[in-house]
C-alpha cells in the first residue's frame, strides 16, 4: 500500500504526502499551490467556474475531460495527470489558441467565467473524436457567465473547435503517457490523516475486503453527490473507499444477451453504448447535468444514493436491468426495481457494494421511450422522468413497463396503469383510462421542482404523448427493437 498520491502536472510527476483526503482540488490548487486562475463560483458542480482537465490513459492514450475542480477530492487526482488553466500559456508566454480565440472574439466581460469555458473548450479541442463540434451548446452547458457573454463565448468556441490540437501539451503526449503508465503500475492507494481514511483499492476482490474491513466507511465513485455533502453539509467522513480504481467496475461489454456497464462506469463512458442500445436512453444521459458531471458522475451512484429523482433508474427499470451486488461473501443479482425498498433505504446489506448492471439487449420488438421534464433543458435535475417498454402483439399490449422518478419515495413502477393495459388493444381510449389509473399508482409531493398536480398530469400525458409517438408511422420505424432498427 502506498500513502503519497501521485498524479502528472506540467509533464512531471508530483507527489503529496499528508493529503487530506476530503480537501477539494480546487482548495488544493487555490490555498496550497497558490494558482487562483481556477475560479470558484457555487462550489456544488453547477458553474463551471472551477472547471479543470484532468488526463487518463485510455487504450494507450490520454483521454482528456473537463471535471469540476470544486468537487473532486485531491486523492482522486491519483494517477491521472491535472491540467489547469495556469498549464496553457507556452513557456515564452504566448497564449492558448482558446484564450488567444476568447481575447479576439471579444469573449469575457468581467472575466470570473473565463478560465472555466476556456477549460472546457480546451478539453473539446483536445478529447473529441470528430472534427466537428455540431454541438457547441452542450459542451459549454456546464459553464454560467453572470455577464450573459454567451455569443461572443460560442463564437470563440466555434472558431478554434475545428482546429486539430496543436499546442504544447499535444506535442507531449507521449511522454504524458508513457507518465500515466509508470502510475498505473503504482500500488493501491491508503492515506491516513488522524483518525481519517482513504483507500483507492484496484480490484473488486480488494475493494470486497475493505468494506469487510470498514462496513461504515463511505463508498466514493465520481464524488457529484458526495463533493457537496463536504462543500455544502460541511459533512467530516471518517473513512472513504474510493471505487474509481477498481478494474472490474469500469468494464463496459455487450455478451450478446446483455450490456453489462460496471458501478464506476461514468455517464462519459457509457453514453455511446447506451444510445446504440436505444437513442432515447442516449437522450436521458445527455440530459443529465453538463459534460463536466457527467464526466465524473457514475450510473453505479446515481442507483446507490436511492434518490427518486435520479434519472437513470427510470428507464433502467423499464428496460428490466439487474443488479450485481457484491461483498466479501459473495455476489447476488436482483432486479433493480427490487433494489429501492423506500425512500432513504436500498436493499444493500452490510459489507456489500454495487458492482454492475446488466440490461437485457434482446428484445428486438420491444418499443421503448423517456422522456425527462425539468424547469431548465441543460445542468437541472428532474421534476419527473418517465421511461415507457411496450411489446405489442399486433395491436394488443403483450407486456408493458412503466416507470416513473420524481412520482414516490423511490423510482416506482406504475403497477395499476400496466395491469389495466395487459392484454388489451393499444387505444387511445385505454391509454386514457390507464392515465387515470395513474392516480392510484402516485400520490405525488409538491417541491420547489414541480406541485403534486403538475407531477400527476405531466405524468399522465407522458403516457399519453407516448402512446402517440408509437402509433405514429413516422416515429414508430425508429422506435422499434430498442434503437437497434434503422433510424427514420
Ligand atoms: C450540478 C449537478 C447536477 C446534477 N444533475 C443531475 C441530473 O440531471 N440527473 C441526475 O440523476 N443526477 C444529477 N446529479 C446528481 C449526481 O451527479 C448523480 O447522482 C451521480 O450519478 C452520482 O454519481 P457519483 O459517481 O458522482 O456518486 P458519488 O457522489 O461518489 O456517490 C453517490 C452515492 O452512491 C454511493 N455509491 C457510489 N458508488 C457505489 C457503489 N459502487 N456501491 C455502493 N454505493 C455506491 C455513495 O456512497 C453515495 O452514497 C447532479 C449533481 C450535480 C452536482
Ligand atoms: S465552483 Fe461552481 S462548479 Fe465548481
Ligand atoms: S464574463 Fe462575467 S461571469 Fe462571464
Known sequence: MRDKIRFVQNGRVRELENVDPTQTVLNFLRYIDAETG??????EGDCGACTVVLGELKDGDVEYQAVNACIQFLPMLDGKELITVENLKSKDGTLHPVQQAMVEANGSQCGFCTPGFVMSIFAELHGRNSQELSDINNVLAGNLCRC??????????QSVALQAPADHIHARRALTSALLSELQQDDSLALAQDSRRYYAPKTSSELADLIDQYPDATILAGATDIGLWVTKQHRQLDNIIYVGNVTELKELNDDGEYLNIGAAVTYSHAWKALADLNPDLGEIVRRIASTQIRNSGTIGGNVANGSPIGDMPPPLIALNAR?????????????LEDFFIEYGRQDLKTGEFVEAFQLPLKNESAIFKAYKISKRFDQDISALCGAFNLVLDGN???DIRICYGGMAGTPHRAA???????GKDWTLENVQIAMTAMAEDYTPMSDMRASQDYRMLAAQNLLKKFFIETTDPTTLTRLVGHGRVAHA
Open 38 to 43: 481556477t475560479k470558484e463560483g457555487c462550489a
Open 148 to 157: 450573459t457573454g454567451y455569443g461572443t463565448i460560442i463564437d470563440a468556441a
Open 323 to 335: 443488479l450485481i451486488l457484491r461483498s466479501k461473501q459473495g455476489a447476488r443479482t436482483i432486479a
Open 396 to 398: 394488443i399490449v403483450k
Open 416 to 422: 395499476k396503469s400496466e395491469q389495466y393495459l395487459q
